[in-house]
């Protein structure tokens, strides 16, 4: 067995309202940061699993993106997977 680290990220689809990112490119433009567009905000979660290959820890990923983790109606999300041990 092998651990491998996961790097999820987890963000609004298009064309879905993203308020926290409305708030950030207000507040950057409010200090003077005018060039700021687009500001999408969302969530980062790392983890680490123990599995036997890659393709083993990509289908607990898929798995638990669609259970608990991520919302698809209103959420996309990708992901890295690199082997540390």
């Known amino acids: 067995m092998a651990i ?3 790097k999820l990220f987890i ?6 309202l993203d308020p926290q990112g409305v ?3 207000k507040a950057a433009h409010q200090l003077g940061f005018e060039r700021v567009r687009n500001v999408r905000v969302g969530k980062f979660i ?6 036997s290959n890659e393709d083993e820890v990509k289908r607990e990923i898929e798995e ?3 259970k608990f983790l991520v919302n ?3 959420e ?3 992901y890295e997977i690199e082997e540390v041990k």
């Not at 963000?11 to 879905?16: D, K």
């Not at 790392?46 to 599995?51: F, G, L, P, S």
Request: net charge negative.
């Open 46 to 51: 790392t983890m680490e699993i123990e599995a």
């Open 11 to 16: 963000s609004y689809r298009q064309g879905v």
């Open 72 to 74: 698809p109606v209103i």
């Open 76 to 78: 996309e999300y990708s």
């Open 64 to 66: 638990m993106a669609k």
């Open 23 to 25: 708030a950030v490119e």
């Open 4 to 6: 491998y680290l996961v």
